[in-house]
Structure formats: C-alpha cells, structure tokens
C-alpha cells in the first residue's frame, strides 16, 4: 500500500508539474509588458503612476483601502453591537470565544504595561491592532480598481503607503504624550518627548514590513515564469507574517512606552531648613 500510494503521490505531482510548464509556455506570448520591473517596483513605494480618480480628485489606491477597512470595519462593529453582543452567553460559543480572545489580549497588554492607567489605553491599542491586522489581510482579497491610465491593479494594504504609516506612528506618539500629561503633567510631556525618534521609527518599522512584502510580491508576479502558485504561496505567507508580528510590534511598543510616561512619579519630602542657631551650636 504504500508503495503505491508513493507512486499515485509521484505521479500526481508530475502531472502537476508537466501543467505549469504548458501553462508558462502558453501565456508567454513574448509581448513586452507595459512597465519595466524598476518601474514596478518604484511605483509600489512612491505610487506616483497608478492612481485612482475619487470623486475627481487622483489620489494613491492606498487611500482607497484605508476607506474601504474602515467602512468595513464600523458596519462589522455595529452587526456585532445590535445582533451579536446582546447574545452573549456564560458558556461562550467560537465567535464569543474569538472576540473574548481578541479583546482580552489588548486589554491584558494594556493592563500589563500600564497597571495604574490603561481604560483609555487597551481602547486605543484594540483599535489600532485590529485596524493594522485588517488593513493588511485585506491585501490578499485582491479587490480590483481602475487606474487613470486604464490599468487594472489590485488594492494595497492601506499601510503600504509612507504617509498612512506615519499617521498611525505619529497618531500612537499622541497618544502616549497624552498618557504622560494626564499622569505627570508638563514632566510628563518632557519624559514623553525625549522619544523624539519614536514615531519616526513606528513609522518607519510598520511601512518597510509592509512594503517589503509588497515588493517581493510584485517581484514574484512580475516574471511569467514565477507566476504560477509561487505568488500565492509568497503573498499569503507575507500578509500573514506582517498582520500578526505588525499588529504586536506596535500596539507593545505604545503600551509599554504609554506605561512609562504616565507612572506617576513620587514626590521627593522636602527637608526642613536648620537654623542659623542650630548651626552656631554644632559650630560651638
């Protein structure tokens, strides 16, 4: 029995192989294809080529996305909030239980890094994550849209734009400066901004995660001869990578540095004063 399944697996694998080949040899038609690979590549991080007409106005399909998850993600949150939440049970159920999970790990990071103030923290970092979680699965549904030029491209990830990265790496630097100011007041502010750095490196971390995907990704889709199931297997290995390690990386770092500022610093009790007396009499 099992050589023969060796023999069955051997030969299915075979076959598979032989129709990839006919397949390369049937869609490469030698035509030269209408962008270089310097070009695609450049216009996967800059986007200055393939933009969208919305509303009349061209702007880069990132902004697109970054509409589209958050429209989907309010009418997810209110279905959840009118049909689902209400239903709640003490025995929880396997959507009950995802949620309970998905909540609780925000909060328990918000908690663990903030122990004396985190309601407004595990708010933000449960928004944040599922937000970048989302934004960047929803990559892999390669929702179609037309370019100004005619093209036909697949939406990015919202943050495979420098400019939304930095707004979520700015947006988190807020949000820990305002921990500081609540806790320590303008000591708080000065603790916050000796990070200067930070939101230039959250930023800067989330967008080259993303965009090195993305570019491996065009890469692999570029050459017909790569274009056959490796692509798949590339682009949902990436996007998975970087919705899971991105969305920790963040939401850990704003936690741990929002702890950090905004523990309430303790006051030094002020000696008292000697008198001049006192000291004559030591003197003496």
């Known amino acids: 029995m099992n050589k023969k399944k060796r023999t069955t697996t051997l030969i299915i694998a075979g076959l598979v192989c032989v129709l990839l080949v006919v397949g390369i040899i049937l869609t490469n038609t030698g035509e030269p294809k209408p962008e270089t690979v310097k070009e695609v590549m450049k216009d996967a991080v800059v986007h200055d080529s393939n933009k969208i007409n919305f509303f009349g106005i061209e702007v880069n ?26 239903k709640f049970k003490k025995i929880p159920g ?19 890094s903030s122990p004396h103030l985190n309601k407004f923290l595990g708010a933000y970092v449960f928004t944040a994550g599922t937000y970048i979680c989302l934004g960047t699965l929803f990559e892999l549904f390669g929702i179609q849209a037309i370019t100004t030029k005619g093209h036909s491209i697949a939406l990015p990830a919202p943050h495979a734009d420098i400019n939304a990265a930095i707004q979520m790496g700015c947006l988190s630097f807020l949000v820990i400066l305002s921990g500081g100011i609540k806790a320590n007041k303008l000591k708080g502010v000065g603790l916050t901004l000796k990070e200067f750095s930070l939101p230039i490196s959250m930023s800067f971390r989330l967008f080259g995660a993303l965009l090195s995907g993305a570019l491996v990704t065009e890469l692999v889709y570029y050459y017909v001869t790569l274009s056959f199931v490796l692509p ?51 003197a003496a």
């Open 94 to 112: 396997k959507l009950q239980s995802l949620l309970e999970m998905w909540v609780g790990f925000f909060d328990n990071l918000a908690k663990t």
């Open 61 to 86: 399909p990132s902004v697109i996305s970054a509409y589209t998850v958050t429209c989907i993600i309010l009418v997810f949150a209110l279905i959840l909030r009118l049909f689902v939440i209400p």
């Open 232 to 282: 798949v297997v590339v682009g949902v290995l990436f996007t998975l990578l970087h919705a899971l390690i991105q969305t920790y990386v963040l939401t850990m770092l704003t936690s741990v540095f929002y702890g950090e500022v905004s523990e309430v610093s303790e006051k030094k009790p002020k000696q008292p004063k000697k008198k001049k007396n006192d000291k004559a009499a030591v």
